[in-house]
């Protein structure tokens, strides 16, 4: 499975499959999408309002909160409301389009009825749980060539276009190394660093006690494909389930999404070839607040082999505690033949900046998006092109995962992506495809 960066080739590339997919029903220039929110609250709430924003219909609402819920169902008193989105793709039949923002462990089960039932889907980042259910949902999107995009939304703004257009440009020179790293360690740690690091929660094993579960949650439906376990309030509400491997994936997956998507972008990147995880012993339960992922990849086109390395919590690149760059909380930091490019969200900065005082930007060339949920929403319309759609989301999803599944095996892994196998670690096998509770099957 090849995924490109949003290049024009692509774009033609997506319109040309989407146009051999089976007919797609369209709502059409001029007229409402019919909207379903499947997680109404946190960055459902968000989803929902941006959603609605642009002049859609929300039609129905989906949440175990009973509280989100009758949060939305105020906003919106025309939606139909469900708790069980299985019961939603049941009996409701007359939409357009859905967007997925409940937990992580969940997306898969909540978006593959809609492709399946020929829908536009917007789902939040990370788009699965895992990388098999990753390409389940590749697949099942381009069979259903509906209009997908994953919640990545800075991939929307202007600087990380600029910043695509430098490196491929080659202000920088061809690239052979890319640092990532992110100031957030939220995760298994000392209860010191947690205090440090101002965690949200200080937690180091599962509890043995049960709690009852407040009386507006259905925490059965919470746990929908999870092993089932009691209540407690170390997982909920969100953000507090990220850090359990049973239903997030810690931080490499969860910010890995938006900075990795920006190598990503730039470099061309798809499938590594082998990945070597760090900062660990692993927990088997708990994702690490701090820990690196080092991710090798050949070369791609006229671009030469590289490597990515990821940096989360305490760890940063040498470049960063040696003081050689500034000390921006989170970046990114291309390493090219002819200088340096750090970029975070909002900015970049050529480096050293005295080589590069007097460099032009040759202009923008990448299309300005019209913002991220909008882009969604005008394909949904027209069959045109999203920026990341499952395919290119899917793979960056994957390649976070791998991290994650390099980290709990402490072994450094080869990629074997077409069989979704890593040669010589069999034990990688069971964080890359998970077993589901007894009545749940993501067929
Ligand atoms: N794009 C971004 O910048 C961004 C920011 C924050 C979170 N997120 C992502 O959004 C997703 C949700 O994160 P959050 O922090 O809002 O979590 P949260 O727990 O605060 O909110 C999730 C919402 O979905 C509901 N929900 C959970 N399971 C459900 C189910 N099975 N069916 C229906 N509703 C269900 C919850 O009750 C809640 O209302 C995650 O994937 C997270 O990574 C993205």
């Not at 033609?12 to 929110?37: M, W, Y």
């Given at each position: 499975?090849?995924?490109?960066?949003?290049?024009?080739?692509?774009?033609?590339?997506?319109?040309?499959?989407?146009?051999?997919?089976?007919?797609?029903?369209?709502?059409?220039?001029?007229?409402?999408?019919?909207?379903?929110?499947?997680?109404?609250?946190?960055?459902?709430?968000?989803?929902?309002?941006?959603?609605?924003?642009?002049?859609?219909?929300?039609?129905?609402?989906?949440?175990?909160?009973?509280?989100?819920?009758?949060?939305?169902?105020?906003?919106?008193?025309?939606?139909?409301?469900?708790?069980?989105?299985?019961?939603?793709?049941?009996?409701?039949?007359?939409?357009?389009?859905?967007?997925?923002?409940?937990?992580?462990?969940?997306?898969?089960?909540?978006?593959l009825p809609a492709l399946q039932r020929k829908k536009h889907v917007y789902c939040e980042k990370p788009l699965t749980h895992n990388i098999w259910e990753c390409r389940k949902i590749r697949e099942a999107a381009k069979q259903a060539g509906v209009a997908t995009q994953m919640g990545t939304q800075i991939h929307a703004t202007s600087n990380y276009r600029r910043v695509v257009e430098l490196i491929q440009g080659g202000a920088i020179g061809p690239v052979t190394a890319c640092h990532?790293?992110?100031?957030?360690?939220?995760?298994?740690?000392?209860?010191?660093?947690?205090?440090?690091?101002?965690?949200?929660?200080?937690?180091?094993?599962?509890?043995?006690?049960?709690?009852?579960?407040?009386?507006?949650?259905?925490?059965?439906?919470?746990?929908?494909?999870?092993?089932?376990?009691?209540?407690?309030?170390?997982?909920?509400?969100?953000?507090?389930?990220?850090?359990?491997?049973?239903?997030?994936?810690?931080?490499?997956?969860?910010?890995?999404?938006?900075?990795?998507?920006?190598?990503?972008?730039?470099?061309?990147?798809?499938?590594?070839?082998?990945?070597?995880?760090?900062?660990?012993?692993?927990?088997?339960?708990?994702?690490?607040?701090?820990?690196?992922?080092?991710?090798?990849?050949?070369?791609?086109?006229?671009?030469?082999?590289?490597?990515?390395?990821?940096?989360?919590?305490?760890?940063?690149?040498?470049?960063?505690?040696?003081?050689?760059?500034?000390?921006?909380?989170?970046?990114?930091?291309?390493?090219?033949?002819?200088?340096?490019?750090?970029?975070?969200?909002?900015?970049?900065?050529?480096?050293?900046?005295?080589?590069?005082?007097?460099?032009?930007?040759?202009?923008?060339?990448?299309?300005?998006?019209?913002?991220?949920?909008?882009?969604?929403?005008?394909?949904?319309?027209?069959?045109?092109?999203?920026?990341?759609?499952?395919?290119?989301?899917?793979?960056?999803?994957?390649?976070?995962?791998?991290?994650?599944?390099?980290?709990?095996?402490?072994?450094?892994?080869?990629?074997?992506?077409?069989?979704?196998?890593?040669?010589?670690?069999?034990?990688?096998?069971?964080?890359?495809?998970?077993?589901?509770?007894?009545?749940?099957?993501?067929?």
């Amino acid at each position: 499975m090849k995924s490109r960066p949003a290049s024009r080739r692509h774009f033609l590339a997506t319109i040309l499959a989407a146009s051999a997919a089976p007919a797609v029903v369209r709502a059409g220039a001029g007229k409402k999408l019919d909207v379903v929110i499947i997680g109404c609250g946190g960055r459902g709430a968000g989803n929902m309002g941006e959603i609605a924003g642009a002049g859609e219909n929300i039609v129905a609402l989906c949440d175990v909160n009973q509280q989100n819920l009758a949060a939305a169902a105020r906003q919106f008193p025309g939606a139909k409301t469900f708790t069980d989105f299985r019961k939603l793709y049941d009996e409701f039949k007359s939409f357009d389009a859905v967007a997925v923002s409940t937990a992580e462990h969940t997306h898969a089960f909540a978006t593959l009825p809609a492709l399946q039932r020929k829908k536009h889907v917007y789902c939040e980042k990370p788009l699965t749980h895992n990388i098999w259910e990753c390409r389940k949902i590749r697949e099942a999107a381009k069979q259903a060539g509906v209009a997908t995009q994953m919640g990545t939304q800075i991939h929307a703004t202007s600087n990380y276009r600029r910043v695509v257009e430098l490196i491929q440009g080659g202000a920088i020179g061809p690239v052979t190394a890319c640092h990532v790293w992110v100031g957030r360690a939220w995760g298994l740690q000392s209860q010191e660093a947690a205090k440090r690091n101002g965690d949200i929660v200080y937690v180091t094993g599962r509890p043995t006690e049960a709690q009852t579960p407040p009386p507006f949650l259905d925490w059965d439906l919470f746990l929908g494909p999870a092993p089932e376990r009691p209540f407690h309030e170390v997982y909920f509400p969100g953000p507090k389930w990220y850090r359990w491997w049973d239903f997030g994936s810690g931080t490499m997956s969860d910010l890995g999404s938006h900075w990795n998507d920006l190598p990503f972008w730039a470099l061309k990147l798809d499938a590594p070839l082998t990945i070597e995880a760090s900062g660990g012993p692993a927990h088997a339960e708990l994702a690490p607040a701090t820990m690196s992922a080092t991710y090798a990849y050949g070369p791609r086109g006229d671009m030469p082999a590289c490597q990515l390395t990821w940096y989360q919590g305490e760890m940063r690149p040498a470049a960063w505690t040696d003081k050689k760059i500034p000390q921006w909380d989170s970046g990114a930091l291309f390493i090219g033949e002819k200088g340096m490019l750090l970029a975070d969200y909002d900015r970049y900065l050529l480096l050293p900046e005295e080589q590069f005082k007097d460099y032009q930007h040759a202009g923008p060339r990448i299309p300005e998006s019209p913002g991220h949920h909008k882009e969604w929403l005008e394909a949904c319309r027209s069959g045109g092109p999203t920026t990341c759609n499952f395919e290119y989301s899917g793979a960056l999803t994957e390649a976070n995962h791998l991290g994650n599944v390099a980290f709990r095996t402490g072994k450094k892994l080869v990629w074997d992506a077409a069989k979704m196998e890593c040669p010589g670690t069999p034990e990688a096998a069971r964080f890359i495809k998970r077993e589901y509770r007894k009545g749940w099957a993501l067929v």
